[in-house]
């Protein structure tokens, strides 16, 4: 299912934090929210998921604005994995995972069979399952990602929204969650501050600085040296990795900073 930010504005306290914003996602696309610090990507995703509503313009996905879907219809179509994302009661793994199907039940319902597998494989699949019975507040930082992630999945939503989701996260555990992002095959929009990340993940990628797009397009046609240097700040080389072709960003120290080291 398509996602669509139709002209978003966001005003807080007076400031505008998102600027007209259009950006499509397209269905079963990965599409990235890149920026510095302040650039408005979490306002942006918060409009998505519910968090936030726009005071002009509309967040649509399948063309219907969201405003209009109700949020129950919006919370089974729509799973996020946020900054704040997080438990302040002891659940076990498998407990806080099995909150993924609560838009889908009803009362005290049960889970099915069904819906108990769905919540292994899940566990499985984000390398949890040894921790099944684990109290969530003793977990590490990168192993309460992956809960929470395979929570999100759970949900079987059409849209997967993600703020930041290599954060915690080892080496492996980064390459693996972004690798399995291209499997799913649902609408997927992520915020990465790794730019080389992104490169590697995303479809298309969206540039935003002071709450505007700059740029949109694929990782390609975005992350060029002159785009890195106005929007970030930094001098960078871009080259082609030599197994996927992606662009890869090689950033230089300046000389006054590696002699103050």
């Given at each position: 299912m398509?996602?669509?930010?139709?002209?978003?504005?966001?005003?807080?306290?007076?400031?505008t934090?998102?600027d007209r914003?259009?950006?499509?996602?397209?269905?079963?696309?990965?599409?990235?929210?890149?920026?510095?610090n302040?650039?408005?990507?979490?306002?942006?995703?918060?409009?998505?998921?519910?968090?936030?509503?726009p005071?002009?313009g509309?967040?649509?996905?399948?063309?219907t604005?969201l405003?209009?879907?109700?949020?129950?219809?919006?919370?089974?179509?729509?799973?996020a994995?946020t900054q704040e994302?997080?438990?302040?009661?002891?659940?076990?793994v498998?407990?806080?995972?099995?909150?993924?199907?609560?838009?889908?039940?009803?009362?005290?319902?049960?889970?099915t069979a069904?819906?108990?597998?769905?919540?292994?494989?899940?566990?499985?699949r984000?390398?949890?399952?040894?921790?099944a019975?684990r109290?969530v507040?003793?977990?590490s930082?990168g192993?309460?990602?992956?809960?929470?992630?395979?929570?999100?999945?759970?949900q079987?939503p059409?849209v997967?929204?993600?703020?930041e989701?290599?954060n915690h996260?080892?080496?492996?555990?980064?390459?693996?969650?972004?690798?399995?992002?291209?499997?799913?095959?649902?609408?997927?929009?992520v915020?990465?501050?790794?730019l080389?990340l992104?490169?590697?993940?995303?479809?298309?990628?969206?540039?935003?600085?002071?709450?505007?797009?700059?740029?949109?397009?694929?990782?390609?046609?975005?992350?060029t040296?002159?785009?890195?240097?106005?929007?970030?700040?930094?001098?960078?080389?871009?080259?082609?990795?030599p197994?996927t072709?992606?662009?890869?960003?090689?950033?230089?120290?300046?000389?006054?900073?590696?002699?103050?080291?």
């Amino acid at each position: 299912m398509d996602l669509r930010f139709d002209g978003v504005s966001v005003v807080l306290n007076g400031k505008t934090l998102v600027d007209r914003l259009s950006l499509p996602v397209g269905s079963g696309q990965v599409v990235g929210l890149v920026g510095p610090n302040g650039s408005g990507k979490s306002t942006a995703l918060r409009c998505v998921y519910g968090a936030l509503k726009p005071h002009v313009g509309a967040v649509r996905l399948g063309g219907t604005d969201l405003a209009e879907l109700g949020s129950r219809r919006a919370a089974r179509a729509i799973a996020a994995l946020t900054q704040e994302s997080s438990s302040e009661f002891d659940f076990t793994v498998t407990e806080l995972v099995e909150l993924g199907r609560f838009p889908h039940l009803t009362g005290n319902q049960a889970l099915t069979a069904r819906e108990r597998e769905l919540c292994r494989d899940a566990m499985d699949r984000l390398d949890v399952t040894h921790l099944a019975e684990r109290g969530v507040l003793s977990l590490s930082g990168g192993e309460r990602q992956r809960v929470l992630i395979a929570r999100a999945l759970v949900q079987e939503p059409a849209v997967l929204v993600l703020d930041e989701p290599t954060n915690h996260l080892d080496v492996r555990h980064q390459i693996e969650l972004l690798s399995m992002l291209r499997t799913l095959g649902l609408t997927v929009l992520v915020v990465l501050h790794d730019l080389n990340l992104a490169a590697a993940v995303c479809d298309r990628i969206g540039v935003l600085s002071a709450g505007s797009l700059v740029r949109a397009g694929t990782p390609a046609e975005v992350l060029t040296a002159d785009l890195v240097r106005e929007v970030f700040g930094v001098e960078v080389t871009v080259v082609d990795h030599p197994l996927t072709g992606d662009p890869q960003l090689l950033y230089a120290l300046t000389s006054d900073r590696r002699s103050s080291v």
